[in-house]
């Protein structure tokens, strides 16, 4: 092929296309982060509760899966896990409790995963309905 004969712009656009085919090739071979279940309703409980709740990590890309973070949307829920590197198609069990004291009525903690994937932040909720405790209970 004579690269002579192209203009400026057929240069321009076999620069964009290798480009676009660079970067899609990494998007494909980068890792994707899911959470099941995406949200979990905990249901109805009475204020001062400990709820707790297991999320499952799936790594569905092609590369290893750095998760760098999981910050709760308030100070109230604690997170734990076993390791924060997943191989692709592989799977981690995260723990998540929440404390109901000084809470009342409708609930909906986030969670976001801060990691290497390309759908990185990824959030996960848990949600339901903290009851108020009667001023008459012994």
Do not use: H
Not at 22 to 41: C, D, F, I, L, M
């Amino acid at each position: 092929m004579n690269f002579a004969y192209f203009s400026p712009a057929m240069y321009d656009m076999l620069i964009r296309c290798i480009i676009l085919a660079t970067v899609g090739w990494s998007w494909a071979q980068a890792p994707r982060v899911s959470v099941n279940p995406p949200e979990q309703n905990f249901g109805q409980v009475a204020q001062g509760s400990l709820v707790k709740a297991r999320f499952t990590l799936l790594n569905s890309g092609k590369a290893p899966l750095q998760i760098q973070e999981i910050k709760p949307s308030c100070s109230c829920s604690v997170l734990s896990w076993e390791r924060r590197t997943i191989a692709p198609g592989d799977s981690m069990s995260l723990e998540v409790t929440f404390n109901t004291a000084g809470k009342v009525g409708r609930q909906r903690k986030s969670f976001s995963i801060v990691s290497n994937a390309e759908n990185s932040p990824t959030l996960f909720y848990l949600v339901g309905e903290v009851q108020a405790g009667s001023l008459y209970e012994d």
